[in-house]
């Protein structure tokens, strides 16, 4: 490209060289000396070798130059004139784009029918919100109920073992003591039997034998009384002892059944949740996917309405936009939701 513009290569170092001003001898920055005009090795006696007209050819440059420039002009100046004519053709577009009573027609229509339809899916947002709230509050409700039934068994249950564990504790109590009362019994009945050792009754009857084996029961029978306090005390500690761990095994059982409970409804509510979610996303999709399918449709009709103004009246028209969704606020939900309240 740098040949067909006029440029120069070096012989040595095969560099692109331009001429702006000045003579045709030219010193390459590899110290190589050429003609311009016509590349020849410059001859430090002589010059150019072919005795080349540098004026004539650097007139001819010249002249060439300046037509390069005016051509330059007189495009940059069409372009110009294209350019200024496309932008008042577009002005014109537009302001008969607006002037237009069958698009602002179809515009007007393409809103309220955009503003029926976030109308209707509002509602339908809120519709779904209600009844997801209603199946959690039952579900909820639900579970608050099982739980108070499983709180109130279990007290029941607890207050009966309790009981059992009382009465049994008090028949304890009442065989202890008819224990003491017969061993008090017996001793007593032995004393009288032994404090007649060696004595002779008045009547003829012969006198009582005690023996050995007759006082040695009596001792074990005194260390039976002595004892036995304390052996029923602990026969009573070892019954509490039992009735305690029963009931806190029982509290263990209540807790644990408590705890799956618990565990069982929360899943049970994750999965309500969950499958309101999903359906949440779901509705959000399938109205993203009427709006696109709106806005395709709002587009087509308005550039077939355009083909239609343009073949009528020979006139370009400018493109308009289908109405834009705008983004949903928290404060356009609520004044909704307090609409359809009232």
């Not at 002249?63 to 014109?92: G, M, N, P, V």
Request: net charge neutral.
């Amino acid at each position: 490209m740098g040949e067909r513009s006029g440029w120069r290569r070096c012989y040595k170092c095969r560099t692109l060289v331009e001429l702006t001003q000045g003579c045709t001898h030219m010193t390459c920055r590899c110290k190589a000396q050429f003609c311009y005009i016509c590349g020849a090795r410059w001859d430090p006696l002589v010059g150019c070798p072919n005795y080349c007209n540098g004026e004539a050819e650097m007139e001819r440059r010249r002249q060439e130059e300046q037509a390069r420039i005016l051509q330059l002009e007189a495009e940059e100046s069409a372009k110009q004139r294209q350019a200024a004519e496309k932008a008042l053709e577009r002005l014109e577009a537009e302001v008969r784009t607006r002037r237009c009573t069958e698009l602002q027609s179809l515009r007007a229509e393409q809103t309220k029918e955009m503003q029926r339809f976030q109308v209707f899916e509002k509602k339908s947002k809120w519709s779904m919100c209600v009844r997801h709230t209603q199946q959690k509050l039952a579900l909820a409700e639900k579970h608050s109920g099982a739980i108070e039934k499983m709180r109130d068994r279990h007290a029941r249950t607890a207050a009966n073992l309790e009981d059992r564990q009382v009465a049994a504790e008090m028949d304890l109590r009442t065989a202890l003591e008819q224990s003491e009362k017969n061993v008090r019994i017996r001793l007593r009945h032995m004393e009288a039997y032994c404090d007649g050792l060696g004595q002779k009754p008045d009547d003829d009857t012969p006198a009582r034998v005690v023996t050995e084996r007759d006082l040695r029961e009596l001792g074990q029978q005194y260390n039976l009384e002595k004892n036995m306090k304390q052996l029923h005390q602990a026969k009573i500690n070892v019954m509490r002892d039992r009735q305690a761990k029963a009931l806190e095994e029982l509290l263990e059982r209540q807790e644990s059944e408590m705890q799956r409970a618990t565990e069982k409804n929360s899943k049970e509510m994750e999965c309500v949740e969950s499958t309101c979610a999903d359906e949440e996303d779901t509705l959000l999709a399938v109205f993203s996917q009427r709006k696109a399918q709106l806005t395709r449709r709002w587009g087509i009709r308005i550039e077939i309405l355009l083909k239609e103004l343009e073949s009528a009246t020979n006139l370009k028209y400018a493109p308009i936009n289908p109405p834009q969704w705008p983004q949903e606020t928290d404060s356009e939900d609520d004044a909704l939701l307090a609409g359809m309240g009232e």
